[in-house]
Each structure stands twice: as structure tokens, then as C-alpha cells.
């Protein structure tokens, strides 16, 4: 009785679950039955080789892509049965950081942070926008840089202000597509150390999608192992690669190299 | 997994996707209706592209026009003189740049100028990720970039036509004050003469079909751009091509729908 009971708050505190997820592009099959859960408050990687599906599978729980099969439930709604404004309501409180930062290249930063507050809380006051831009800016350490460009910004700034772009809206959830793609390993432990603190300070849940096993094993809470568009296995950072499959033992060689 | 990609056809590739792209360019002009009327309107975001298809494309369409008026009278006039009728060549211009050539150039020069670089902006939005940010953020990128841009280059393009069309018959008028002296009004006022409500009319809704077409034809080459940074350019090019065919196909039958309404 007991069991069942944990089981059931278990459920509950599940902010993301996914079961018998497909999807494939014309014959090409990505990902071929993916199950997991998300946890409120916790952070897991899904590690796994370029074009294996990491990105499809963040783009499936925002909405961006359609599966061809299976369930996708975020914070108790099931994303694929949606209609726009409904989903539209539950992107509001999942962030999502792009491999590419995807800051507007048109707008400075200043103008990059206020765009997704003043387009969906049209009510605030100036005052408002202001403060909450200068609390996020401040809290990825950038407050300095509100005047400048995105093409002003270095890579590992970037990826600051995309982040803090998506924190201003205050999510429940955050996505982030390789957040150390691309930075030298100081800028990756900075950004490793931010997705950390955004866990405690905003209360969030993440799904981190990389190949980087630094940031997998100092970022997350657990990590998923995305091998041929299945989850090999799911478990701490020992209990993944405590394996003797070629695959995992490949990608623990490549990466220590690097 | 790349080597067991195959896609099956339904008929050939080339003919697949030509359907294809027909069926998505309906499909995404039925929606531009279908958002156009909806809140929020974007107006602060509208009249922004307004400035940037109407002004900064200004300094463009005078030269344009100015020129196009002055070399429109200097090749008329010697034929008009074997005729003995260089006084009918205010009404001659007028005739021509008023109801064909404003409109058209007009048209032609912001198709290469506006349309590529909405296609342009747009494909680079694309492929960089930032229209999926915009969607993320719950800010729907269609009524953002698409709508206001299509709404924008509809309404400003015949403004720019008309102001085109007086710029071109500035310089026809100072060609013929070179030759023989007439004053302005004079010129304006015979230019005028044989010009109908019918055919300001005419021009002003080409003017807009026009501008809609450039509009939607470069936010949906950029909207659909793919293939990284050579996308964009394919993008910026096709607007341009698919935007002056299509214009040229609008102008015929504008004409011939309007020369029915005439004799009707």
C-alpha cells in the first residue's frame, strides 16, 4: 500500500513523462520507442552521437515537432492533443535554450529580454519589464551588456542571454539543446555552473541535451543514454557507463580523448 | 541509419515537390487571411516595416522614375515630330507612366529591393533557429514576421507607385521644358487630360496586388528556407524570380479586366 501510494506522488510530482515515443523523417526512423520521466526539481542529460535524435526528442516535448506514436505528457497535459492556444499556454512555463542561442539578430540585448515578456504580459508596466530584464540579466551575469548586439556577443555570452531570455518568463521546465556545443572548457563550466543555479534559483526542471560528458555528469541528476533511437540506460553517471556495450564504451573514449 | 533513407515518390521528385510547393504557397496565403484579421495586430511592428519598405526604398524609385521619365520622352519624342504631334506628349507620358510604367517599375524595383530582403531576413531567421524561438516563447512568427510584412509592403508599394508616377513626369516635364518651353501646370494639366478615374484606380489596385504579391512571395521563400546559410540566398533569389513572374502575370490580366470593365 505504501508503494502504491510513493508511486502515485511519484506521478504526480512527474513534470515530464514519455512512453512509447516514435518518430521517424520519410524512412528514416530517429527515435524508436523512447519511456521516460521528469521529475519536479530534477536535472537529466540525454547523452548520445550527432544525429541520433537528442534535439527531435526536446523538439517533440515543446511542441515543435509531432510524434508519429506515443505519449507526451507536460505537467499534466498531453503536448501531441493540444490545440495552439492551449499549447501555446503550456509553452509559457517550459524554457528552451537553442544549440544556437537563436537570439534575434535585429534586437539588442536589452530588446532580445523584453520581447518574449512584452509579447505575452502585455499588462506590465515599463517598470516592470525593466526590473525583471535587469534581475535576469544580472542573475546570468550580463547585466552590462543590455545596450549591446548578439553579433557583439562571444559564444559562451550568447548562450547566457538565451538563457536568460527564456528565465525571464519564469519556467517550470527548461530544454536546453547542447548548452556546451562549440565553448572552450572554462566558458562550458561556466555555462555548467549557470544551469545549476538556474536549477536551485528558479525551482526548474531540465532536460540537457549533450554529448559533453562534463557537463552531463556535473549538470544533471541523472542521464539517459540515447543509442539507435532507444534509451540504452537511464541511471546515474557509474550506472550508465558501468556497461559493456561498444557504443557507451566508445562515447566514454571519445569524450575522455577530447 | 542515413544509408536506409529512401524516400518514395508518388509520381518523381521534381513533379512531388512542384505540387507540393503549390499546395504549401495556397496553404500559407489562406492563412495570412486567416491571421490578418485576428489580434493582436502588431501595429507599432507594422508601421516599422512600413519604414523599411517605404522610406529607406524612397531614394531608390526617384532615381528610378526620374530616369524612366526623362528616357520615356527623350525615345517618344522623335517620332511624335515626324508626325507633327510632339504637343500630344504630356498626355503620351502621362498615358504611359500613370497607367504601365509607375505601377510596374515600381513593382519591379521593390520586388529585387524588398522582396530579397524579406526573403532574406526572413531565411537567415530561419535556418538560425530564431523563428522556433519565437515559437517557444508562445509568440506565433507567422502573425509576427509574416503578416505585418505582407501588410506592410501591400499598403506602402502603391504609395511609392504614385509618387513614382509624379517623379517620372517631373522628368519628362523638365525634358520637354528643355526643348520647348511650357510651364509646369500646363504640363501637368495635359498629362492629366485623357487619364480616367477608371485608370488611376486601375493602377492604384495593381499597385496592391502587386505589393501583396511581393510581400508573400519573399515571407514564404524565407518562411521554407532550409539548407543553412546557401537556403538564405536561395530564398533571397527565388523571391525575386517567383515575385517579377508573378507580376508580370498580374499585370496582363489586370489589364484585360480592366479594359472589359472600360467597354462595359
Known sequence: ??????????????????????????????????????????????????????????????????PDKGDVVVLGKQVEKLNTK?????????????????????????????????????????????????????????????????????????????????????????????????????????????IKEVQQQYNTSSVIITHDLTCAKNSANRIAMLVDGKFLKIGNFEEVFDTDNEQVKGFFNYNFIQ | ??????KKFILSKGLDDYFTGIHNAFTFTARFFSEAFKRPFHLREIINQCFEVGLKSLALISLTGFIVGTVFTKQSRPSLEDFGATSWLPS????AIIKALGPLVTALICAGKVGSGIGAELGSMKVTEQIDAMEVSSINPFKYLVVTRVIATTFTIPVLALYCSFVALYGSYLNVHAEETSSMISFYQSAFKTITFL???????????????????????????????RGVGKAANQAVVLAMFLIFIEEVIIVQVSNWIRYF
Open chain 1, 86 to 194: 492551449e499549447l501555446n499556454e503550456l509553452r509559457l512555463h517550459i524554457g528552451f535554450s537553442f544549440q544556437s542561442s537563436a537570439l534575434y539578430d535585429s534586437m539588442n540585448v536589452y530588446q532580445n529580454l523584453a520581447f518574449p515578456l512584452t509579447m505575452n504580459l502585455k499588462t506590465l508596466s515599463r517598470k516592470e519589464v525593466d526590473d525583471a530584464i535587469y534581475e535576469v540579466a544580472d542573475n546570468v551575469g550580463l547585466k552590462d551588456k543590455l545596450k549591446q548586439m548578439p553579433s557583439d556577443l562571444s559564444g559562451g555570452q550568447r548562450k547566457r542571454i538565451g538563457i536568460a531570455r527564456t528565465l525571464i518568463l519564469k519556467p517550470e521546465i527548461m530544454l536546453y539543446d547542447e548548452p556546451t556545443s562549440g565553448l572552450d572548457p572554462v566558458t562550458s563550466t561556466e555555462i555548467i555552473d549557470l
Open chain 1, 1 to 66: 500500500m505504501e508503494k502504491i501510494k510513493q508511486q502515485i506522488i511519484d506521478k504526480e510530482e512527474q513534470v515530464i513523462s514519455i512512453t512509447g515515443l516514435y518518430k521517424s523523417f520519410g524512412d528514416l526512423n530517429v527515435l524508436k520507442g523512447i519511456d521516460f520521466n521528469l521529475s519536479k526539481g530534477e536535472n537529466i542529460a540525454v547523452l548520445g552521437k550527432s544525429g541520433s535524435g537528442k534535439s527531435v526528442l526536446i523538439k517533440i516535448i515543446v511542441g515543435l515537432l509531432k
Open chain 2, 199 to 229: 485608370d488611376i484606380a486601375t493602377s492604384v489596385i495593381k499597385t496592391l496586388v502587386y505589393g501583396f504579391t511581393i510581400g508573400i512571395v519573399g515571407c514564404y521563400k524565407g518562411f521554407y528556407a532550409s539548407q543553412g546559410t
Open chain 2, 92 to 95: 503620351l507620358i502621362g498615358i
Open chain 2, 1 to 6: 541509419m542515413i544509408k536506409n533513407y529512401k
